[in-house]
């Protein structure tokens, strides 16, 4: 059974860059067909995607966030890993990161969140 973890700091500073990291275990992020997603959720909001890499190791963004965003993976620690740049108080969110399971014409659907992590933006 494969589980999700978050971890990084509660706390960033504005104008710094936010770091969480994700630990998958029981499953390899190398499986295929399996994407890596960060999703965040501000207080009182709706759920954002913000970056995703897939099983060969391929980057996605979404286009709103995608000159702070960076998101990468460690396949010998299997983790994967989000960057966002010059945060501001907006930023402040739980951030979760998601698996998605995706056949190509056929369908696509995430299946295993981690519990979230929530990261407050202040000074």
């Known amino acids: 059974q494969v589980q999700l973890q978050e971890s990084g700091p509660g706390l960033v500073k504005p104008s710094q860059t936010l770091s969480l990291t994700c630990t998958a275990s029981?499953?390899?992020?190398?499986?295929?067909?399996?994407?890596w997603r960060w999703i965040r959720q501000p207080p009182g909001k709706g759920l954002e995607w913000m970056g995703a890499?897939?099983?060969?190791?391929?980057?996605y963004y979404n286009p709103s966030l995608r000159s702070r965003t960076s998101v990468s993976r460690d396949t010998s620690q299997n983790q994967f890993n989000l960057q966002l740049r010059s945060v501001g108080p907006e930023d402040t969110a739980v951030y979760y990161c998601?698996?998605?399971?995706?056949?190509?014409?056929?369908?696509?659907?995430?299946?295993?969140w981690g519990q979230g992590t929530l990261v407050t933006v202040s000074s």
């Open positions: 998601v698996r998605e399971v995706v056949r190509p014409g056929r369908y696509r659907y995430l299946d295993l």
């Open positions: 029981g499953g390899s992020i190398a499986t295929d067909y399996h994407y």
């Open positions: 890499i897939s099983y060969s190791g391929m980057a």
